[in-house]
């Protein structure tokens, strides 16, 4: 999943401080599991924007929606009738959502309340850890079902640098260096003769240094 965390309130509210009316707008997919963009999130942050409205002595309007998605359009075309009523929108769904909703109402002032952070899943309760870099080319099946592209500080394809020690990365002492998960892997599978046969180098471009990338389904395409 996409793994987003909330900006400070005190950016939130110097982004909008010359606005009155203000739409907290939510998102139901990913970032509702990490606890950042739900229907709750909405609320909250809609209730912190009013208390600081009633400290500084502003009238504000603070309105509260929450999207199925806010990566579909049909589910933005849900916001028809209502975006036109506020000043600005506070977007708390991930990058993609406050880019949607700029485009397909193109007059409306639209704010990311949250920073993406990665893609990720949770490894304990409340803990979130990066596990793919959408490189567009998966390869984790030479490394043991591992990715050295998003896990690897230097994203090294070919065994590991010089800096890791005792299992751990040269970065910090409580970040893991994923080869040595590997090599250890690998091993116990009874595999590592296969981290050394040659295979064919990656092509990258499918990342996104070729720019913004796109898919299209043509059985999908009406």
Same mark, same amino acid.
């Given at each position: ?32 599991? !990490?606890? =950042? /963009? ?9 209730? $912190?924007?009013?208390?600081? &409205?009633?400290? %500084? ?13 806010q990566c579909d359009p049909e589910y933005i075309e849900e916001l028809r009738g209502i975006v036109g009523e506020y000043d600005a929108v506070?977007?708390?769904? !991930?990058? =993609? /959502? ?9 007059? $409306?002032?639209?704010?990311? &309340?949250?920073? %993406? ?8 309760h409340g803990i979130w850890s990066e596990r793919c870099a959408g490189c567009g080319q998966c390869v984790v099946h030479y490394f043991g ?45 009874g595999r590592l003769n296969e981290l050394i046969e040659f295979k064919p180098p990656k092509s990258w471009t499918t990342a996104r240094d ?13």
């Open positions: 999943m996409i793994v987003a965390e909330q900006k400070p309130i005190r950016e939130l509210v110097e982004m909008v401080k010359d606005f009155q009316k203000i739409l907290v707008l939510g998102c139901k997919g990913c970032v509702t599991v !990490c606890n =950042v /963009g739900g229907a709750k999130e909405v609320g909250v942050l809609a209730s $912190a924007l009013r208390i600081w &409205g009633r400290k %500084t002595g502003r009238d504000l309007q603070v309105g509260e929606h929450t999207l199925e998605r506070i977007s708390i769904a !991930c990058g =993609v /959502g406050p880019q949607f909703v700029s485009e397909r109402y193109p007059t $409306a002032r639209v704010f990311p &309340g949250v920073n %993406t952070k990665f893609m990720g899943g949770a490894v304990a079902g591992l990715c050295p592209i998003a896990r690897c500080s230097k994203s090294l394809m070919n065994g590991p640098c010089g800096g890791s020690a005792d299992g751990r990365c040269e970065i910090h002492k409580e970040v893991e260096c994923i080869w040595d998960t590997i090599v250890r892997k690998m091993t116990e599978q070729g720019g913004p990338r796109s898919m299209i389904r043509e059985e999908l395409v009406k």
